[in-house]
């Protein structure tokens, strides 16, 4: 049977107080409803049609083409909404699968059982069920005295009675799509002025339909996100869920409650994280690695048996064998290539260091390609900046830096060069020279020896 996901995504999700759409606030670094999409293009491999209608233009451009758009206006509910997905599935599939955008936790494992269960299944419907003490908001699941469901309440519909309920409708549904069409327009109008996709449940029990209840084995996969509190609690189970996997993968995390992995961090086996150690977007560690502690790392290439601690990384390449740290900074486009020692208060922009390059301390280096071998003294910057264009700066293999030395760029230096301390360099160096000075000039041919 062909399945095709719904998501709903059309709510303004005002118990937030954002001005962000609620299914765009981030989750453990991606926009809350990608979950949901991931995961049902996972249980149906297709691709899910999207319901939306708050800031319609702001979603679809976080989103692209990763899912259809229908566009719910004016915004009449919940089974209003999912009557706007009839245009586009209307005989493209067999079963319709109803989630929500503000349910991240929720697993493609349970979403197959629910799939599986209405594909064996005679009635029209099956339903996700949630057994729990604090209701959340969501409907009662009303059932008769031989246990067969009847009906969903909502809770601000529901009698003193119904509200001791603790069987909760998730608001999950497997329908089967030429039975949902029909159903949906016989759904009345609600006193709230809403269509609610909770009453074709009734209407398939009074037309002497069976429905279907599946119940949730983790309630917390269940937990819908409509204010902050409810964010803050996805992403400690979110969290938790990321660390446990990469201990089990063979990463040492040291301490879990304080180290924060985004969802699509990869690291290698015998990698360890040390405590407030931060790894975010798509970074890849290697094997073989200790990163942290208090070291944060954006979108990152990290090549294997490094060492990272008390730094700050972002959109850097750092190949195997690297030392960094403490107190050191990457900015975007640093490329550290395998051997490199990079020590406390330096920081790299926009540059190559080569292999096996030393980088003390207290060094800033920006637009600059850097040879193999070489040694750039504590102090050392790399002026690239005239206040209009940054200019770069090239150093040759084996070259010498001293202390304290300025190289205002453009400017090249040769293979095998050196600067005294505190050097102003100004001009292009010619391999295997000594300058010196304020601006620096040539005293000196070096020799093999020298």
């Not at 399945?3 to 709510?11: F, H, K, N, Q």
């Not at 999912?82 to 349910?103: C, K, R, Y």
């Not at 799509?177 to 009345?188: G, K, M, S």
């Not at 010498?400 to 760029?409: E, K, P, Q, Y």
Request: hydrophobic content about 40%; proline content about 5%; overall charge neutral.
């Amino acid at each position: 049977m062909r399945t095709t996901a719904v998501i709903l995504a059309a709510g303004q999700g005002t118990r937030m107080k954002s001005n962000l759409p609620k299914v765009l606030h981030p989750l453990l670094g991606k926009p809350m409803a990608r979950y949901s999409i991931e995961t049902a293009r996972a249980v149906t491999g297709a691709q899910p049609v999207m319901v939306i209608g708050h800031a319609s233009a702001a979603v679809q451009e976080v989103f692209g083409e990763a899912v259809r758009y229908v566009i719910q206006s004016p915004q009449l509910g919940t089974g209003h909404a999912v009557q706007q997905a009839e245009s586009l599935l209307s005989g493209n599939t067999d079963l319709v699968l109803i989630i929500t955008a503000d349910m991240p936790l929720l697993t493609a494992a349970t979403l197959s059982r629910l799939v599986e269960a209405q594909r064996s299944f005679s009635g029209p419907i099956t339903m996700l069920t949630a057994v729990v003490d604090e209701p959340r908001g969501f409907g009662r699941v009303v059932r008769s005295a031989d246990g067969h469901v009847q009906a969903v309440v909502e809770e601000i519909q529901a009698s003193a009675e119904q509200l001791k309920i603790r069987e909760l409708n998730t608001s999950v549904y497997c329908v089967k799509a030429d039975w949902l069409w029909q159903a949906l327009r016989r759904v009345p109008l609600s006193p709230k002025g809403e269509y609610f996709l909770t009453d074709v449940v009734g209407i398939a029990a009074a037309d002497g339909l069976p429905v279907q209840a599946l119940t949730v084995e983790e309630a917390c996969e269940v937990i819908g996100i409509n204010t902050r509190v409810h964010l803050a609690e996805a992403e400690a189970i979110l969290r938790q869920q990321v660390n446990r996997s990469w201990m089990e993968a063979g990463v040492t995390i040291v301490d879990p409650q304080t180290t924060y992995i985004e969802a699509d961090v990869s690291i290698g086996t015998d990698t360890v994280i040390w405590p407030n150690t931060y790894l975010h977007g798509k970074t890849i560690i290697g094997e073989n690695c200790t990163i942290g502690p208090n070291t944060i790392v954006r979108t990152c290439q990290i090549g294997s048996q490094c060492q990272i601690v008390f730094s700050v990384l972002d959109r850097a390449t750092v190949e195997d064998e690297v030392d960094i740290g403490p107190f050191a900074r990457l900015r975007k486009g640093a490329h550290l290539a395998r051997g490199v020692h990079m020590g406390n208060f330096g920081e790299v922009k926009d540059s190559y260091l080569g292999p096996g390059t030393k980088m003390g301390h207290f060094s800033y280096i920006g637009n600059a390609t850097i040879g193999s071998e070489v040694n750039i003294g504590a102090g050392t910057i790399t002026c690239n900046f005239d206040g209009v264009n940054k200019n770069p700066t090239e150093i040759g293999a084996g070259v010498f830096i001293g202390s304290d030395t300025m190289l205002v760029a453009p400017v090249k230096l040769g293979d095998g060069s050196r600067t005294g301390a505190g050097s102003v360099v100004t001009k292009n160096v010619p391999p295997d020279t000594l300058v010196v000075g304020v601006p620096a000039r040539a005293i000196k041919k070096l020799g093999k020896r020298d």
